[in-house]
Nanobody, 124 residues
């Protein structure tokens, strides 16, 4: 059983940066795919970024390409999401999710394990 805990959210100014962390307990993440899914009030939880830890591939939603990155310096039991050039529309609760395998899926139903989320608020 994998348990995920996100952190790093908070208040940032538009144009600023935040780095979210997702720490796993239960087993190392080396054979997992991690996804990041923000959810704004009244909205669906949607994919913005993901990484195949064993395959090394990354995927990004068009809305965040060039602004968000998943660093390559991931710890064995942690993943990160570097968010730069933040926009007001990036405000949401950000969830990390994990599943075994090497494919980065963009649909939340494909993921088996979820964290509790971390709030990101953007001031304009």
């Amino acid at each position: 059983q994998v348990q995920l805990v996100e952190s790093g959210g908070g208040l940032a100014q538009a144009g600023g940066s935040l780095r979210l962390s997702c720490v796993a307990s239960g087993c190392p993440l080396n054979s997992y795919t991690l996804g990041w899914f923000p959810q704004a009030p009244g909205e669906e939880r949607e994919f913005v970024a993901g990484i195949s830890r064993s395959g090394g591939s990354t995927e990004y939603a068009d809305s965040v390409k060039g602004r968000f990155t998943i660093p390559s310096d991931n710890a064995e039991n942690a993943g990160y999401l570097q968010m730069n050039s933040l926009k007001p529309e990036d405000a949401a609760v950000y969830y990390c999710a994990a599943r075994t395998g090497t494919i980065v899926y963009r649909t939340r139903m494909q993921y088996d394990y979820w964290g509790q989320g971390t709030q990101v608020t953007i001031s304009s």
